[in-house]
């Protein structure tokens, strides 16, 4: 970490060159004797990322930031927030800290936090950062998280880690067994100093995968921002043998969207089945990850359009955790009608259990993108294939 980014007229600088190009800031001759114009560039295209994703640091002075990669493996401020909502207690320890998001959320949440990240810089840099912000109750140690479990007979409210997503060839793994450190194979370990453990995991882990490596797992938590899934979260108790409890989140200005039920319920009763009605309605993308198809539809006192279509309708509006709409029209997707009143519109397509591709359908029938009309190209309970021509409530 070099402490001369901390200059005034080096902060002075990155402030007011946000918007330059940093690509040619680096073939420049330097700007400074005593920081290089690539850690110029560095500090500015990671203090970009955390503009709208960490708006606290970003606010802060003498925030030093690492490279941009750590930036876009962190946790956003509003997911981290809603991971402290999930735990308390007196003491967790972070087994992989990172640019310590999450902990800085935990921190308000626990006396004592210990945060292992095995990246010494890293490590350096978030432990400067806690102290700009006004952290004093965390605790920092340059090491691999497991590894200090083994040296230490400690014991935690909490366990938090957030394993490493790629191997050493840098590829994309989806078994938790293939990640780092290897939770799967070391949950002894873990339950032997907490009898809670909480673990992000990429959204690209598929929940009975998951499920099958695991042990214990009590809760499982979909978040998604803006109806993008980001992470899931799996906590784990020791002992635990009940049923697995799954929840999900969509986070939104607009007011937060939640969906839970019980893993086994799913399987055990199904969403009665219904021709459209007046309004539709589209899950987000959090409850469509987690597979409550029935659920949601249950919960929600809405009927499903097809078994396969994740697509709902009712008579009357409802709360629903998605988007809803109103259907204006329901247009045959075979003849001549479909083509005379559809044809060369402006509207937002989107396909359900439909054969063709929204940019088959876009090209065939000539229609604009955008606009305020909805087309659902879908298959109904009856196996026909319609269109519904809606406008968003």
């Given at each position: 970490?070099?402490?001369?980014?901390?200059?005034?007229?080096?902060?002075?600088?990155?402030?007011?060159?946000?918007?330059?190009?940093?690509?040619?800031?680096?073939?420049?001759?330097?700007?400074f004797?005593?920081?290089?114009?690539?850690?110029?560039?560095?500090?500015i295209?990671?203090?970009?990322?955390?503009r709208?994703?960490?708006?606290?640091?970003?606010?802060?002075?003498?925030?030093?930031?690492?490279?941009?990669?750590?930036?876009?493996?962190?946790?956003?401020?509003?997911?981290?927030?809603?991971?402290?909502?999930?735990?308390?207690?007196?003491?967790?320890?972070?087994?992989?800290g990172?640019?310590?998001?999450?902990?800085?959320?935990?921190?308000?949440?626990?006396?004592?936090?210990?945060?292992?990240?095995?990246?010494?810089?890293?490590?350096?840099?978030?432990?400067?950062?806690?102290?700009?912000?006004?952290?004093?109750?965390?605790?920092?140690?340059?090491?691999?998280?497991?590894?200090?479990?083994?040296?230490?007979?400690?014991?935690?409210?909490?366990?938090?880690?957030?394993?490493?997503?790629?191997?050493?060839?840098?590829?994309?793994?989806?078994?938790?067994?293939?990640?780092?450190?290897?939770?799967?194979?070391?949950?002894e370990?873990?339950?032997?100093?907490?009898d809670?453990?909480?673990?992000?995991?990429?959204?690209?882990i598929?929940?009975?995968q998951?499920?099958?490596?695991?042990?214990?797992?009590?809760?499982i938590?979909?978040?998604a921002?803006?109806?993008?899934?980001?992470?899931?979260?799996?906590?784990m108790?020791?002992?635990?043998?009940?049923?697995?409890?799954?929840?999900?989140?969509?986070?939104?200005?607009?007011?937060?969207?939640?969906?839970?039920?019980?893993?086994?319920?799913?399987?055990?009763k199904?969403?009665?089945?219904?021709?459209?009605?007046?309004?539709?309605?589209?899950?987000?993308?959090?409850?469509?990850?987690?597979?409550?198809?029935?659920?949601?539809?249950i919960?929600?006192?809405?009927?499903?359009?097809?078994?396969?279509?994740?697509?709902?309708?009712?008579?009357?509006?409802?709360?629903?955790?998605?988007r809803?709409?109103?259907?204006?029209?329901?247009?045959?997707?075979?003849?001549?009608?479909l083509?005379?009143?559809?044809?060369?519109?402006?509207?937002?397509?989107?396909?359900?259990n439909?054969?063709?591709s929204?940019?088959?359908?876009?090209?065939?029938?000539?229609?604009?993108?955008g606009?305020?009309?909805?087309?659902?190209?879908?298959?109904?309970?009856?196996?026909?294939?319609?269109?519904?021509?809606?406008?968003?409530?």
């Open positions: 970490m070099n402490k001369a980014i901390f200059h005034t007229e080096v902060q002075e600088f990155i402030g007011v060159n946000l918007r330059t190009d940093t690509n040619a800031l680096v073939l420049k001759s330097a700007v004797e005593s920081v290089s114009n690539k850690e110029l560039a560095e500090q295209q990671s203090k970009n990322k955390a709208i994703k960490l708006p606290t640091w970003f606010k802060e002075k003498n925030i030093y930031y690492p490279p941009k990669l750590s930036i876009e493996q962190t946790s956003s401020e509003q997911t981290a927030q809603y991971k402290s909502s999930l735990i308390d207690g007196q003491k967790l320890i972070d087994l992989t990172g640019f310590g998001v999450d902990d800085f959320y935990f921190s308000k949440q626990f006396d004592e936090i210990v945060h292992c990240e095995i990246n010494e810089s890293l490590s350096e840099i978030t432990r400067h950062n806690f102290r700009e912000l006004g952290v004093n109750n965390c605790s920092f140690f340059a090491q691999n998280g497991i590894d200090y479990l083994n040296e230490n007979e400690d014991v935690y409210d909490w366990i938090y880690l957030d394993p490493s997503r790629r191997n050493e060839a840098k590829g994309k793994v989806f078994l938790m067994a293939d990640c780092l450190p290897d939770v799967p194979n070391n949950l370990l873990l339950f032997s100093r907490s809670r453990v909480l673990m992000k995991t990429s959204p690209l598929d929940l009975s998951g499920l099958s490596e695991l042990k214990n797992v009590k809760e938590h979909v978040v921002l803006k109806n993008e899934v980001k992470e899931l979260l799996w906590i108790e020791k002992d635990f043998v009940g049923e697995v409890n799954v929840q999900t989140i969509n986070l939104n200005e607009q007011g937060n969207q939640r969906l839970n039920f019980f893993l086994s319920d799913e399987g055990q199904e969403c009665p089945l219904f021709l459209p009605q007046a309004f539709v309605y589209e899950p987000n993308s959090a409850v469509l990850k987690s597979g409550g198809f029935n659920q949601v539809g919960q929600k006192n809405v009927f499903k359009l097809h078994k396969h279509s994740h697509l709902y309708t009712s008579r009357e509006l409802q709360e629903f955790p998605g809803r709409f109103q259907i204006q029209r329901i247009v045959p997707a075979s003849g001549k009608e083509k005379n009143s559809i044809k060369g519109m402006q509207a937002n397509v989107t396909t359900r439909y054969p063709q929204v940019e088959l359908i876009r090209k065939s029938l000539k229609i604009k993108e606009g305020e009309v909805y087309l659902f190209f879908t298959t109904n309970c009856e196996e026909d294939r319609v269109c519904l021509v809606c406008a968003k409530v």
